[in-house]
């Protein structure tokens, strides 16, 4: 039998290679288990010599320790090979001094009970498409993986003293992968007979070196938005079915600076209401014959340079109607931010001819609204320039200008849809039947006022006042503003330049603020309006992480994220410093202690951090009291806190993600409070 370390240098122990020769003969057909016999229960134990080595590629020599551990399984005493002076084997570990052309290593065989390996039954779907439809050697990797295949039989290779630095495998993989190479680590290890030298597992793999995809990143031209479109399916169109997307789709929510009363536009410009349900409404429109559905007529919906003006555009049967959207305060915008606003809804329709032929457009306009007496019946009232839509108490519901031909209302209020059988107040839902006179090649044009709240009888002169292109100017120019304050961003593609742009308005209009300014408003920040039903902040490192951290501070926005964070932990905040919310994340604590430093890093503003540090202190207080239990002796994970990842995963684990942020919070914290020579640095 050739020696398995003869690539090494090695003389592998006489006893060992006993073994190995005994379990070539187990391994022989004449001793495989008798027909209808449980193979595992006659199995003996697996014998499976192991060898690490180390330094093969650092550039100077330099301090290793190594200890093996093992769960389900057990390690025999260790040799240590090619060792110098200095180098040490005492009770499992090694030390030794490698790198710089010196590669030391340890020999040892694992014992462990033959054990039937089952693939997990219950990936997630995502997942489970990615096998189905990504890269084949990337789902043979996933599906080789510890997580996808579980195994109680564990090596665990320790790395530092304290148990924190290292990495584990499990049985299944050293049987079925046998060689792992771990560059970072400068750490190569190889099981079972025969295992590959360091030169020749390098060699193998030589052909595909440099295709990593962190290799190709570093070396190719930057990705273009071309390409990323080609190789994802176009989310945004309205054919696009996502199986599991809650109703009524995709939405683009628009409305005012953490304005109450908000709206959402789906693909095919219809508006819909938040889950907030502030105001419960619903608006669509439809043009030409029925047999054309207005999703086969969809031509694009794009927003005006990346601002919350959103124009769709139809084709249907020779005739074009473009729909531009967007939300304006209805007494115009105010000098203070307050979100106890009413809001309207602007939409300008334009019908446009294009075969040149004149000829009369049916148009159906359909409304629906929660009324505050669910058997209200609703009316039209119509005038030569307008229409309205009124309840019985005369509210205005839906205003519409334009030259309608004989406008009727119908009631056509069905079962009440999956999203609405919760709420106390089902829709009433009305249709307006007409038609447009649409000279050839001409256009003509329809004016909605969708308001909400809806208007007593008293305001209704003033939605009709408002003027369309004024209101299109004003809204146009505050978001403008608003992007002026902070910091510019422009790169060739302008697909990014207007996410840029975009995103800033995106993330103003999630909050709902209870009124106007002030240091003690209630304020909601969830972190969809359209996709769940959120009060408070449910989930505060997204909140204060990317939303305050990332958007708010790198671009210069430093005033909405201390009131963010304030808003934070009066939300979440509890008596002993820890920082709640949906799910318990084990992240949400550290989370607010990096956010709250990156703005006070970024902004310089020593009087907006130290409003921010009393409350910031109390989490740092639980956040290092959960660093120091870590510690404890007893923890199966020493020196990691145990917490909830996220949502689906509520059991406290050592989890990588929480880890980051306890270390990466408590450090920057204490560079912040350096900066201001607070006490308290040199402890985080």
């Known amino acids: 039998m050739p020696d398995p370390l003869h690539h090494f240098g090695y003389r592998f122990p006489t006893g060992c290679r006993a073994i190995l020769a005994l379990l070539a003969a187990l391994a022989s057909p004449a001793l495989a288990p008798t027909q209808g016999q449980d193979p595992l229960a006659a199995a003996p134990a697996v014998r499976l010599p192991l060898i690490l080595t180390w330094g093969h590629q650092s550039p100077a020599p330099h301090d290793f320790l190594i200890r093996l551990a093992g769960s389900h399984l057990t390690v025999s005493p260790p040799n240590l090979e090619r060792a110098e002076a200095g180098d040490s084997l005492h009770d499992g570990t090694a030390r030794t001094r490698a790198g710089g052309g010196d590669v030391d290593g340890l020999v040892c065989e694992l014992r462990f009970e033959p054990h039937a390996i089952h693939a997990i039954t219950n990936a997630q779907s995502i997942w489970n498409h990615l096998f189905q439809h990504g890269n084949p050697g990337a789902a043979r990797r996933l599906q080789s993986d510890p997580a996808f295949r579980p195994d109680p039989r564990q090596l665990t290779v320790h790395l530092d003293e304290s148990g924190t630095r290292g990495f584990t495998l499990t049985a299944d993989q050293l ?31 030589e052909p595909q070196r440099g295709q990593r995809v962190l290799d190709r990143l570093a070396t190719e031209p930057e990705a273009t938005y071309a390409q990323y479109t080609a190789r994802w399916e176009d989310m945004g169109h309205p054919g696009f079915r996502n199986p599991h997307s809650i109703p009524p789709g995709h939405i ?34 439809d043009f030409g014959g029925p047999e054309t559905q207005l999703e086969a007529a969809w031509q694009r919906q794009q927003l005006a340079e990346g601002l919350p003006i959103l124009t769709t555009t139809f084709e249907k049967d020779g005739v074009r109607c473009d729909i531009e959207q967007f939300a304006c305060p209805l007494d115009g915008p105010p000098s203070e931010r307050r979100g106890d606003l009413k809001m309207v809804l602007l939409q300008q329709t334009t019908l446009t001819e294009l ?25 039209a009232r119509v005038t030569p320039t307008h229409l309205a839509l009124e309840d019985e108490l005369g509210d205005l519901l839906l205003g519409v200008e334009g030259p309608l031909i004989s406008p009727e209302t119908t009631d056509v209020t069905p079962a009440p849809p999956e999203r609405e059988k919760t709420s106390p107040l089902p829709l009433r839902r009305h249709q307006v039947l007409s038609s447009v006179a649409l000279p050839a090649r001409g256009t003509v044009v329809l004016t909605l006022r969708l308001p909400s709240p809806t208007l007593a009888a008293g305001e209704q002169a003033k939605l009709f006042a408002l003027d369309y292109l004024a209101c299109r100017t004003a809204t146009a120019k505050f978001w403008n503003d608003q992007l002026a304050q902070g910091a510019h961003f422009e790169v060739p593609e302008q697909a990014v330049n207007t996410l840029f742009r975009a995103n800033l308005w995106h993330a103003r209009r999630l909050p709902r603020r209870h009124g106007g300014p002030g240091p003690e408003v209630k304020i909601d920040l969830p972190y969809s309006n359209f996709a769940y039903d959120q009060f408070g902040t449910p989930w505060p490192v997204n909140q204060s992480v990317y939303v305050d951290y990332m958007l708010y501070d790198l671009r210069g926005h430093h005033d909405l994220s201390e009131e963010e964070h304030a808003a934070i932990y009066r939300n979440n905040q509890e008596t002993n410093g820890h920082v709640g919310g949906f799910a318990n994340w084990g992240v949400y604590s550290p989370g607010m202690l990096y956010s709250v430093a990156q703005h006070a890093l970024l902004s310089g503003d020593r009087a907006s951090f130290e409003r921010l540090l009393p409350a910031t202190l109390r989490a740092l207080d639980w956040c290092l009291g959960e660093m120091r239990r870590a510690g404890e002796p007893g923890n199966p994970a020493p020196g990691l806190v145990l917490a909830p990842l996220n949502d689906l995963s509520h059991d406290p684990r050592s989890w990588a993600f929480n880890q980051a942020y306890f270390v990466a919070g408590v450090d920057l914290l204490g560079r912040a409070l350096a900066e201001i020579q607070h006490p308290r640095a040199a402890e985080c």
């Open 175 to 205: 049987l079925s992968q046998k060689s792992f190479w771990l560059p970072e680590l400068d750490l190569f290890l190889t099981a079972g007979t025969n295992p590959p030298s360091f030169a020749e597992f390098q060699a193998q793999r």
């Open 355 to 379: 075969r040149g032929t004149p000829r009369t457009v049916p148009v159906r306009i359909a409304h629906g609204r929660a009324l505050s007496q669910a058997d209200s019946r609703i009316s």
């Open 252 to 285: 683009v929510g628009i409305g005012w600076d953490s304005g109450l009363y908000k709206f959402g536009v789906d693909r095919l410009a219809r508006v819909h209401h938040d889950y907030a349900k502030a105001d419960q409404f619903e608006l669509g429109l």
